[in-house]
């Protein structure tokens, strides 16, 4: 099993399943190595833009320049998921911001960039089993190392990412020992927060700010473990108006999502559905909303 945004990121390493492979500033998040390319993501979301991320990527604002002489020095990833827009570039802007509502992820997060060597040794203690599924599921864990690896398997090992049913999937432990060495580098100099959609925007509202938001889908809310109700698409199109800087936002094609932003500028891009169980494999539109 190879995974190819890993391997970019990531030297060949010797140690085999049980070895460690985590240099000092692995392990404390502060490697400074050069990142060339995508980095992979942790595991699948419900919603992740893995196949759109390359196109999205056309759409956001100078990248064509140096980035110290860019105009925009912040990029917040607002709905975070798995951050596969953050990933997706070795750099967007001077500073980056993953944001989050759901605790749970935020905290996996923080472990992957200051604690990845503790990460694999609980990953390797752990067995890949629906008993330790289930045991998660009824169990709080105690330590942050504990929780991320509750997560992991919560969200990594059930259908769809969904978090609720046990899924067995095939599990090579140096492809994951391979993703957290990565995810430590990439996620070095990015700010992590764990703020409601509504906090995050009002914070960084300011012209030299470029927000990329992948909420929920529109009528699809009930996927989500930490999601908006149908009030929060107007709210959200309301903080989104009066916002100073440039934003970006992906969404469902829906006939309310078009009404709700018929001001603003929508593009179309095709995909299929990777993660979402309902018709997975299936080629739909989704919507690119921009307000520049």
Not at 69 to 88: D, P
Request: one cysteine or more.
């Amino acid at each position: 099993m190879k995974d190819k945004d890993v391997d970019r990121n990531t030297p060949q390493m010797n140690a085999g399943e049980g070895g460690t492979a985590f240099g000092p500033s692995a392990q404390d998040g502060n490697c400074t190595e050069e990142i060339k390319g995508s980095t992979a993501a942790i595991f699948g979301w419900i919603g992740g833009k893995r196949l759109l991320r390359d196109r999205i990527g056309e759409f956001v604002p100078e990248q064509d320049k140096p980035l110290k002489s860019r105009e925009i020095k912040y990029f917040v990833e607002v709905f975070g998921g798995v951050a596969w827009m953050l990933l997706s570039k070795p750099r967007w802007f001077e500073y980056e911001i993953y944001n989050d509502a759901n605790g749970e992820l935020v905290n996996l997060f923080n472990v992957m960039k200051y604690h990845p060597r503790e990460l694999w040794k609980e990953f390797r203690l752990m067995p890949d089993s629906e008993a330790m599924f289930e045991h998660f599921k009824t169990n709080k864990p105690i330590t942050d190392v504990q929780r991320a690896a509750a997560c992991y398997i919560k969200y990594a090992h059930s259908f769809s990412a969904r978090g609720d049913t046990y899924a067995f999937k095939p599990n090579s432990m140096t492809v994951l020992q391979r993703k957290i060495i990565a995810l430590a580098r990439r996620l070095n100099k990015v700010s992590i927060t764990n703020e409601s959609y509504e906090q995050i925007i009002r914070r960084y509202n300011r012209p030299n700010v470029f927000l990329y938001l992948d909420p929920p889908y529109y009528g699809c809310e009930d996927l989500y473990d930490v999601t908006i109700t149908p009030d929060d698409h107007e709210k959200l199109r309301d903080l989104l108006r009066g916002f100073s800087g440039k934003w970006a936002l992906s969404y469902n094609d829906h006939p309310a999502i078009r009404e709700l932003y018929r001001d603003f500028r929508i593009e179309t891009i095709s995909t299929r559905y990777s993660a979402l169980g309902i018709e997975k494999g299936k080629q739909v539109d989704e919507l690119l909303v921009l307000n520049y």
